[in-house]
């Protein structure tokens, strides 16, 4: 009998936990010109939980708290893909922030009291964790999302994205209330061994299931629940956008493993719970990609990519296998990646007073500045899966997964799709080369934009040399994590 | 053999482009001169395949193999066969021929004209080279981003819809490819080696949907009718290299996938809807030549005489004999220089006149009488004229399909009258004729740099019109295997 929680496992959390709460009293103390301290502290924070998940990813046992919280591989490559995803999100918005005003201890609190929520998802292996994680992400966004209380296109994206969020979360609750009213029990592995057993109503779980399919879905943003997206990623602030579309899909991935995978993950239920994602899997790549067509707004015509984008995510996880779920994770992945970057070219793009939201700010960019136009060149032909860039490898071993799992018609939707989806990332190229800037502003990063946002150009480029590496890490996470 | 040649003939070119683009457009002469050494030296690496090549054996030669996505057990899976080689050489001597070309005439951001060049040259050697499904795909769709930008960004007034389409065309054709090879890299076992594939037993119905599925790929690319609308507009649209890289090479992908992939892989597929494609082929020919005959914009009209030449090309293939495919291939080289040849003629005249339009021409020959020389050969050479290029693949193609059958060689053989209608009658009102206006009136005759350029063709066209039988040897044995391997029944009754 164990008297103490062997916290290894959870280090980094704790850790996090400290130091937020570190930053934010000393943040009082300082002044505005002292501001950078906060930053690097910030920044000194990821650094340390980069050590510290490293360090307790070779520990021996992962499960902590009585089973509520687990380490294992995935969680822990999908944590150090949040502290990366986050980390560089920082360096994209810091002058951006600081030109608006945002450069504030709020900010760096609210983003690491985000990460902490997205790491508490990765790991959870409780429906209440599970539950805390989310939630502790989800405030802090809507929070985010109105930081600049004076805009009202900012106030009013936070009021919906609280209203329909709380709406979903509200749904997640219920389904997991019938969870546990059908197998008595929280925690996930238990249930599913209470579901295998027999010993649970069926009719009961299904309708859980629904529920929290549902809810799911409103936290990806994948269609019919999809309606926050494009007036979220407009209204809020850029930099809070790049938050919102980048680190949380790893963790929202976490959340669909779990729940769905580890905890739902019964023969029976697995057959429901396809044709819930095919569904919606089909109807996102199919709305998220005409609807981008049609759009102006660059961070809006982005937000429908998003919800093609988690289309294809959703393939992925539906095709029911290890290699499914490697391939989805796979794509998460190297969409935060993409995502990453693009988002830090808008804020390059921005300056004091103006805000390059519009797909037109991008024309001319090849004139402008030939190699941040090659960068967002590879990026855009990473979002549209052409090779040889490392998107398209993701929709590859998605492709992949899906017609090993029999739904070769699927495939041929998801290309039909994705060729769609082809024309409008090509439409940015084709304004970055083609046509005459109409902005003639000097493009001048700070220094660590400037290496950081071409670093994820390349990175883009090299994965899509040597895809195997990443591939093989997401295969062995899974593998090791869903026996 | 002491180093991988074929690593080296595909990424040298990539190497020496990234290189120009480091350079940068304020320093245009250095990426001139960089662009040049790198195109030559693409030349130089590939020559020793020439001389290496043993005629004799039939399989892939030069091979290489490396791990590449361990996991998925996808493969650095490299080797040529004649048909490449041809390509291969082909591609590396028209990509100097470009560089030289656009010397002078690309003045606006001349590193990255050169640069998407020499990467394009590099793809497409990759392209020619690939034995793994996957590496195919990936350098057949590379090839894309280069054209695009350079169809975007030096091409005509209506440039940008070309390149969009171009792309999307060619896009959405590959995309269902890439299902097809997906799906037979599962029945594979998990392999996408194309030898893996060549070995593959499959039921009929299932060679057909994977049939029909390179079948857009490829027929798009090619062009066939009717998804060759894409052609005349990027053709049109692009700057003069633009339109040579793309006649003289890209268009060679299409056929060359149907040799590589689609006829081993799925014979009796292939066998099966032969006749549908020789149809398809056959229209081209005659209905397409019919339409290019009508073209006032010489650019428009040579466009259509591809697509018009490269229905010969299908035809060949689907013939299924070793006379059709080798002439096929023949053709597919010949019209690599003479496409090639023609549309570097009419760069020439548009960047003194700048008229694509025959109607603004009229007795060139008056003041570019050297000009005006080659330019014929090539306008024969360009409606088959026996000694020329043209001729050779031609009459092997008609010949194999007057075996098969006296109407197909008949609707074949109308491409002599219509190929020499139109391009004659081009040639009669551009060149021939009082001097038709002032600008004509100014014009000098070519230059040392484009006298090179053209003499170096000049020279291809006569020697392997004159001469074909080194291509011939090189070919046999490549033609046979293919032929061995596209057997019908071979598939369905390894499966029982």
Redesign the interface.
């Known amino acids: 009998m164990q008297y103490i929680t062997p916290l290894a496992p959870a280090y980094a959390e704790v850790f996090l936990l400290c130091m937020v709460c570190v930053i934010l009293l000393l943040d009082l103390f300082l002044s505005d010109e002292q501001r950078g301290i906060t930053y690097a502290l910030t920044l000194a924070t990821l650094g340390g939980c980069f050590l510290l998940t490293g360090y307790s990813g070779s520990a021996g046992e992962p499960h902590t708290f009585s089973g509520m919280f687990v380490a294992d591989l995935m969680a822990n490559v999908l944590k150090l893909g949040i502290y990366i995803a986050v980390a560089m999100m920082l360096v994209y918005s810091q002058a951006y922030i600081r030109a608006r005003g945002m450069f504030r201890g709020e900010f760096f609190v609210l983003t690491l009291f985000a990460m902490l929520g997205m790491m508490v998802m990765a790991s959870a292996n409780h429906l209440l964790t599970l539950y805390l994680g989310l939630e502790l992400l989800s405030l802090s966004l809507y929070a985010m999302v109105a930081l600049q209380r004076d805009s009202a296109v900012a106030t009013e994206a936070a009021m919906k994205y609280f209203v329909l969020g709380a709406l979903a979360s509200g749904m997640l609750l219920y389904g997991m209330s019938m969870l546990y009213g059908a197998t008595g029990s929280l925690e996930l592995t238990r249930m599913a061994a209470v579901i295998d057993g027999g010993a649970a109503d069926n009719t009961l779980l299904v309708f859980a299931l629904v529920f929290i399919v549902a809810g799911l879905g409103f936290k990806l943003g994948a269609v019919p629940f999809h309606m926050w997206v494009p007036d979220v990623y407009q209204g809020a602030p850029t930099a809070v956008t790049l938050m919102i579309g980048s680190a949380p899909k790893l963790a929202a991935f976490a959340f669909v493993m779990r729940i769905l995978v580890s905890g739902l993950g019964a023969d029976f239920l697995v057959e429901q719970w396809q044709w819930m994602l095919i569904i919606m899997a089909v109807a996102s790549l199919a709305i998220g990609n005409v609807t981008a067509i049609a759009q102006t707004n660059l961070k809006r015509m982005l937000a429908y990519s998003t919800i093609s984008h988690m289309g294809f995510l959703l393939l992925g996880v539906l095709s029911g296998s290890n290699d499914g779920y490697a391939s989805a994770m796979f794509y998460v992945v190297v969409y935060v990646l993409m995502n990453l970057g693009t988002f830090g070219m808008i804020l390059l793009l921005s300056r004091a007073g103006f805000e390059a939201e519009n797909i037109d700010d991008f024309k001319g960019l090849?004139q402008r500045s030939?190699w941040y136009a090659f960068i967002m060149?590879l990026l855009m032909?990473s979002m549209a899966g052409?090779?040889?860039v490392v998107g398209?490898?993701a929709k590859?071993?998605v492709?992949?997964a899906v017609?090993?799992a029999g739904y070769?018609w699927l495939?041929?939707v998801a290309?039909?799709f994705?060729?769609i989806g082809?024309?409008y990332y090509?439409?940015i190229?084709?304004l970055m080369?083609?046509d005459a800037p109409l902005d003639e502003a000097p493009i001048a990063p700070d220094a660590g934009m400037r290496w950081v946002l071409s670093a994820n150009g390349i990175a883009i480029l090299l994965f899509g040399i040597?895809?195997?590496p990443l591939?093989?890490l997401c295969?062995y996470s899974i593998a090791l994590s869903l026996q | 053999m002491s180093y991988p040649i074929l690593s080296v003939v595909i990424w040298l070119p990539i190497a020496a482009g990234l290189m120009v683009l480091a350079v940068?457009?304020r320093h245009a002469g250095a990426a001139r001169v960089i662009a040049l050494v790198g195109a030559i030296a693409g030349l130089l690496v590939a020559l020793p395949l020439w001389t290496q090549f043993d005629r004799m054996a039939s399989g892939f030669q030069f091979v290489e193999f490396a791990?590449?996505?361990?996991?998925?057990n996808v493969n650095y899976q490299l080797g040529i066969d004649g048909m490449s080689l041809l390509l291969i050489l082909l591609n590396c001597v028209t990509t100097v021929l470009v560089v030289i070309a656009g010397w002078e005439v690309i003045q606006s951001?001349v590193s990255?004209y050169m640069a998407a060049f020499l990467m394009l040259s590099g793809l497409m050697n990759g392209v020619f080279c690939a034995l793994d499904g996957?590496l195919f795909?990936?350098f057949f769709?590379?090839t894309?981003?280069p054209m695009?930008?350079v169809i975007?960004?030096w091409g005509g007034p209506n440039?940008?819809y070309a390149?969009?389409k171009f792309?999307?065309y060619t896009?959405?054709g590959s995309?269902?490819s890439?299902?097809a090879l997906?799906?037979l890299?599962?029945i594979a076992g998990g392999s996408f080696s194309l030898l893996d594939f060549y070995e593959l037993p499959l039921p009929l119905d299932a060679q057909i949907l994977v049939f029909l599925a390179f079948l857009v790929a490829f027929a798009v690319k090619v062009p066939m009718w009717p998804v060759h609308t894409w052609l005349p507009d990027a053709h049109v649209e692009a700057p003069t290299g633009g339109s040579v890289v793309l006649a003289a090479i890209m268009l060679k992908l299409g056929g060359y996938g149907f040799l590589r992939l689609s006829l081993p892989i799925v014979p009796d597929a292939s066998q099966a809807l032969a006749g549908f494609v020789i149809a398809l082929s056959l229209i081209a020919v005659v209905y397409i030549g019919l339409v290019a005959l009508v073209q006032s914009d010489m650019k428009k009209l040579i466009a259509y005489s591809s697509v018009s030449h490269m229905g010969f090309v299908t035809l060949g293939i689907f013939i299924f004999s070793a006379q059709g495919m080798e002439g096929a291939i023949l053709q597919m080289v010949s019209h690599g220089f003479v496409s090639g040849a023609l549309f570097l003629c009419v760069g020439v005249m548009y960047e003194r006149v700048h008229s694509r339009q025959i109607a603004d021409y009229g007795g060139v020959v008056n003041k570019m009488p050297v000009f005006a020389a080659l330019f014929m050969l090539f306008a024969m050479a360009n409606s088959g004229l026996p000694g020329t290029s043209g001729f050779v693949g031609e009459w092997l193609v008609i010949l194999a399909s007057m075996k098969v059958d006296f109407w197909i060689a008949a609707a074949a053989g109308s491409t002599l009258v219509f190929g020499a209608a139109y391009t004659l009658w081009m040639y009669k009102r551009v060149i021939f004729g009082a001097v038709a206006n002032p600008h004509v009136e100014e014009l000098a005759d070519i230059s040392k740099r484009e006298m090179f350029v053209l003499g170096v063709l000049a020279l291809a066209v006569l020697g392997m019109g004159l001469y074909p039988a080194p291509l011939g040897e090189v070919l046999h044995e490549s033609v046979n295997e293919i032929l061995r391997l596209a057997v019908p029944g071979r598939k369905l009754l390894m499966g029982m």
């Open positions: 090849n030939p060149l032909l052409v090779p040889p398209f490898y590859l071993s492709l992949w017609i090993d070769l495939a041929v290309v039909l994705s060729l082809a024309f090509l439409r190229v084709k080369y083609f040597l895809p195997g591939m093989t295969e | 940068g457009d791990p590449w996505i361990a996991t998925f951001r990255q996957l795909y990936v769709e590379a894309l981003i695009f930008i975007g960004v440039r940008v390149a969009v792309f999307l896009l959405a995309l269902l890439l299902v997906i799906y890299y599962i």
